[in-house]
Antibody
């Protein structure tokens, strides 16, 4: 069965950096676009970024553009989110999620999700 | 940017009730609308994709309808395990942007 497992969360001071990882198993990881979605405590879901199967095509939410970088290593079945210049408003549970295609225009649903990793930005 | 507005933000219902949740887009999104269920402390789960297609393994009491700007998620007979939060998500502007609605919390009456 498909499993996605995030790691790398923790407590970090404002302005510092953190890198999240998401390891996939039970799927041919290199075939699928992958997303990061976050959820601030007690709040709704916010899409963060997507990377297509090839690792070349990437898009970001305006709230993280220029600060966060999504990447992947298909040889390791691993998705990453490099988060720089962190702010208090980045505090959230970060989920990785699979899109059931290599990348698409207009038809994106997220069919498998990890359990999430909590990032807390605080001094 | 496309905004997604869900209503109500919360509702109380009893087991066996028919429940309807509405999602409205700020502009037409065709049928590029998905629904998720989230239980406390858990990851979201895809229920409905492309407005009305039932995700594999999801009970048939869940259904989706709509197109353009107005969409509904219906639970035909609420079960104890259905008490959760529900989110709509538009993909019309994918891959540049995915947008979620604010969520609807379904509570026990």
């Amino acid at each position: 069965q498909v499993q996605l497992v995030e790691s790398g969360g923790g407590v970090v001071q404002p302005g510092r950096s953190l890198r999240l990882s998401c390891v996939g198993s039970g799927l041919t990881f290199s075939n699928y676009a992958m997303h990061w979605v976050r959820q601030a405590p007690g709040k709704g879901l916010e899409w963060v970024a997507v990377i297509w199967y090839d690792g070349i095509n990437k898009w970001y939410a305006d709230s993280v553009k220029g600060r966060f970088t999504i990447s992947r290593d298909n040889s390791k079945n691993t998705l990453y989110l490099q988060m720089n210049s962190l702010r208090a408003e980045d505090t959230a549970v970060y989920y990785c999620a699979r899109e059931p295609s290599g990348g698409s225009y207009g038809t994106t649903a997220l069919d498998y999700w990890g359990q999430g990793t909590l990032v807390t930005v605080s001094s | 940017d496309i905004q997604m507005t869900q209503s109500p933000s919360s509702l109380s219902a009893s087991v066996g009730d028919r429940v309807t949740i509405t999602c409205r887009a700020s502009q037409s999104i065709s049928r590029n609308l998905n629904w998720y269920q989230q239980k406390p402390g858990k990851a979201p789960k895809l229920l409905i994709y492309a407005a009305s297609s039932l995700q594999s393994g999801v009970p048939s009491r869940f259904s989706g309808s709509g197109s353009g700007t107005d969409f509904t998620l219906t639970i035909s007979s609420l079960q104890p395990e259905d008490f959760a939060s529900y989110y709509c998500q538009q993909s019309n502007s994918a891959p540049e942007r995915l947008t979620f609605g604010g969520g609807t919390k379904v509570e026990i009456k």
